[in-house]
């Protein structure tokens, strides 16, 4: 998979986007969804990555800088029909090496907590993230699972 800016004003990502707002939205109760929309990506404090293999667009990832030490991983997701093949695990190591790069001491995410977001809490539980506490505004709510990664040491 190559990965390259994201480009938020390309149709393919945009309507990749809209799927995985809308389905993550779909699959949590009101209230609890937090996937970011084009805008919310279109933010300065926000690095979007898009996954290509050939020409066919198969990821996305995103980096929301929180603080100077404390970073947030951001619409995760990948295409239904390029599942189970490292995708995702290649995108979330790009933004943990992003991540680190801007010398992050932690990168914490949300993800949501019923059967169907249980691949991508396995995804980030094999790449050494942990259960935590709300962070950033998050509130506990038993519709979310919150996770960190400490990088420094790493």
């Not at 990821?59 to 404390?70: F, R």
């Not at 991508?120 to 709510?141: M, N, S």
Request: neutral net charge.
């Amino acid at each position: 998979m190559q990965i390259r800016p994201g480009d938020t004003y390309d149709p393919r990502v945009i309507a990749l986007l809209d799927h995985h707002v809308t389905t993550a939205r779909a699959q949590t109760a009101p209230g609890s969804a937090h996937a970011l929309d084009l805008s919310g990506l279109r933010a300065p404090e926000i690095a979007f990555w898009t996954g290509w293999d050939g020409e066919a667009l198969v990821a996305t990832g995103a980096l929301k800088m929180l603080s100077a030490g404390h970073g947030e991983v951001k619409s995760m997701h990948t295409v239904q029909t390029a599942r189970r093949r490292g995708f995702a695990g290649q995108m979330l190591g790009h933004i943990v090496a992003a991540a680190r790069a801007r010398g992050l001491a932690r990168l914490s995410l949300e993800t949501g907590s019923s059967d169907y977001f249980k691949p991508a809490c396995a995804l980030y539980r094999a790449h050494g993230f942990v259960d935590c506490a709300p962070f950033e505004g998050y509130v506990e709510d038993p519709n979310s699972l919150f996770l960190t990664l400490e990088l420094s040491g790493r």
